[in-house]
């Protein structure tokens, strides 16, 4: 999500390494890297120089102060001046006094509004809510359908309306038809109204007009800019446009699952005011997250970000199978090639190998581990689980009995090949081995190990 940036911040750390003290020198060398890390990634260029100028001003005052080497002073100036940018704490989501809230959704079309919409509702669902969902893009019955299929597949309510197919429509339906969906919203006792609005290619007078008499009308409690993180600078610069008019009260950043050079994400907060509340990171309705700066920034430089990793672990992971499988691997006792299986099964849940990997911490244990991340064949997991699915209960239970002429029935199931069953099941032997090892009375011991 942020690797490029990441990278070459940690690039300019490394410079420092091997000096003594922090010099008004190695301290503009550092910044003149600083900030170039920083404009390639396409922060705004005022925010660049807003920041670069607030480290050299840290950077010169703790000089002599402390027993941290020049790096580990530079990156945790960086590293607060960072947090200092995306705002300190999790922007809180507003709700109104009277139900329904009405969250009313502002973007340029494409920019990810519509399945956003879906994701919020799902992740509110997920809080104990009620939210319903309306489209007042009277332009185009294509996005009006495409949240209707949104709300299906998330299972959410929908107002839908009613509009004469074969007339033009204007503000005056986009007003009547948010008006309807809020009594509507009201009397099924949904306590919030997501309104997905029309976007337009560009930002045009007749577009902000609309979405100024719909916020008129409406009194939303929150207003969400949809910011394609992948547009860069006309993201941000398009979230000016929209914040001027309408005071947005958050940003949500998508396709920050794609090579976006995450300058967006710096830029957005300090050019509007307005915090980023949410990252889309996939089109799935659950790729999804609120934005937590301090977790992001860990990210950027190099810490990974474990806390949304044990989060994710703890909603998605089965606590029963992990248990049971940790048993297994401590006693070394019992472990089939169905439990490989699972294992490979609760790893899928938590998301692509390549997700799970890149928040790890690029230093330390797991160093290298990110970089790995870019080298992952996801199908190598599906094949792995066609193989085994291929077996037959008797084979899965005990790995032994399968010979040659299995190993050819089970390559041929699974479309795979006879190397690769062998490669299967050389590895599971091997980490069958390396349990026994690790068990057969050392498993207590391997236990504190752990603990310790
Ligand atoms: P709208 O015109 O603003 O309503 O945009 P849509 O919701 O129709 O999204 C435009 C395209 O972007 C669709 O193909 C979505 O699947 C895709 N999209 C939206 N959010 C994300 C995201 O976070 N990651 C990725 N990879 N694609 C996204």
């Not at 209707?148 to 309306?161: D, K, L, N, P």
């Not at 990252?279 to 999804?288: M, R, S, V, Y």
């Not at 909603?315 to 029963?320: A, P, T």
Request: proline letters at 3%.
């Amino acid at each position: 999500m942020f690797e490029n940036l990441s990278e070459k911040l940690q690039r300019s750390f490394k410079n420092l390494r091997g000096q003594g003290t922090l010099t008004e020198e190695n301290i503009s060398e550092a910044l003149r890297e600083i900030r170039l890390a920083l404009l390639e990634s396409d922060v705004n260029l005022d925010v660049v120089k807003q920041l670069i100028e607030q480290i050299r001003i840290k950077a010169l005052g703790t000089q002599v102060a402390t027993a941290l080497s020049p790096t580990e002073q530079i990156v945790k100036i960086v590293n607060d001046e960072l947090v200092n940018i995306l705002g300190k704490d999790t922007a809180r989501f507003k709700f109104s006094s009277q139900p329904p809230s009405v969250i009313l959704m502002a973007g340029l079309q494409g920019s990810g509004k519509t399945t956003t919409s879906g994701k919020l509702a799902q992740w509110l669902k997920k809080g104990g809510h009620r939210p319903m969902l309306v489209s007042v893009d009277v332009y185009r019955p294509a996005a009006r359908e495409q949240l209707a299929v949104v709300a299906r597949t998330t299972g959410t309510s929908i107002y839908e309306g009613k509009l004469d197919p074969d007339t033009t429509h204007g503000t005056a339906d986009v007003l009547r038809l948010a008006k309807e969906a809020k009594r509507d919203a009201a009397n099924f006792g949904c306590d919030i109204l997501i309104v997905d609005t029309a976007g337009r290619l560009g930002i045009d007078k007749e577009l902000m007009d609309e979405m100024a008499e719909l916020k008129k009308l409406l009194n939303p409690s929150e207003i969400l800019f949809v910011a394609d993180a992948m547009t860069g600078q006309d993201a941000v610069n398009s979230a000016k446009a929209f914040n001027d008019l309408l005071a947005i009260t958050g940003a949500v950043l998508t396709k920050m699952d794609g090579d976006a050079r995450g300058g967006a994400a710096l830029s957005i907060r300090q050019v509007t005011g307005a915090p980023i509340k949410f990252l889309g990171t996939g089109e799935k309705p659950d790729a999804f997250e609120p934005f937590h700066p301090d977790r992001i920034v860990s990210r950027i430089m190099g810490m990974g970000d474990i806390a949304t990793l044990l989060e994710r672990a703890e909603e998605k992971l089965d606590r029963g199978k992990a248990e049971n499988f940790a048993k297994k691997a401590l006693t070394g006792e019992g472990f089939t090639l169905e439990d490989f299986r699972e294992q490979l099964r609760q790893i899928k849940k938590m998301g692509s190998m390549k997700s799970i990997l890149k928040m790890l911490p690029s230093v330390g244990p797991f160093a290298g581990m990110a970089q790995a991340a870019e080298n992952v064949d996801e199908s190598q997991f599906s094949r792995i689980e066609n193989i085994i699915n291929s077996m037959t209960n008797k084979e899965r239970q005990n790995a032994d009995i399968i010979n040659g002429s299995r190993r050819k029935r089970i390559a041929t199931g699974s479309g795979t090949t006879v190397q690769e069953v062998n490669n299967l099941l050389r590895q599971y032997s091997q980490m069958s081995k390396m349990f026994k090892n690790m068990g057969g009375g050392g498993g207590i011991k391997a236990q504190q190990r752990m603990m310790s």
